[in-house]
């Protein structure tokens, strides 16, 4: 499997849902950023992650930045392959402003999901040690941070 050189520049980057990495990649030069994510029936298994790593890995020098919409369990297997990980997610206290954001372009369970898991699902992320960690505030996105 392919590691990240010194010399790259290709960036992953786990962005919390309702960050605007949608928005941000329709927004910009399509072959300069890709979002990716895990079919939602597809089942966790350890071979199923092992060749998602490896498709994640493979972007590596064909674009800048890897947007990741999947399990945290991807986190600590690809950060085994590039120092250029980083996690973007939201303050905890704003659930309010997510759950709005949320209501506009996502169905009711989701919405619900996400109010009912907010705390466990930050604690999650805050949790993980082996990459950067960026912290949206109020009324911010993604894009902020990327220019």
Known sequence: MKTMSRNSNTKFIYAF???????FCR?????RYIEVGKPISHPLTKEYLKAFVESLVSYIDKV???FIDFDMDVIPQLSKHS???????PADK????????YKKSRDL????????????LLSEIKSIGCCNH??????HYISDFLG
């Open 17 to 23: 849902p309702g960050v605007g990495k949608t928005y």
């Open 27 to 31: 927004k910009t030069n399509p072959k």
């Open 64 to 66: 800048d930045i890897v």
């Open 83 to 89: 120092n250029k990980v980083t996690l973007v997610y």
């Open 94 to 101: 704003l659930l309010d402003e997510y759950i709005e954001r």
């Open 109 to 120: 369970e989701f919405c619900n999901y996400m109010y009912d898991n907010w705390n466990s």
């Open 134 to 139: 960026i912290v949206i505030s109020s009324g």
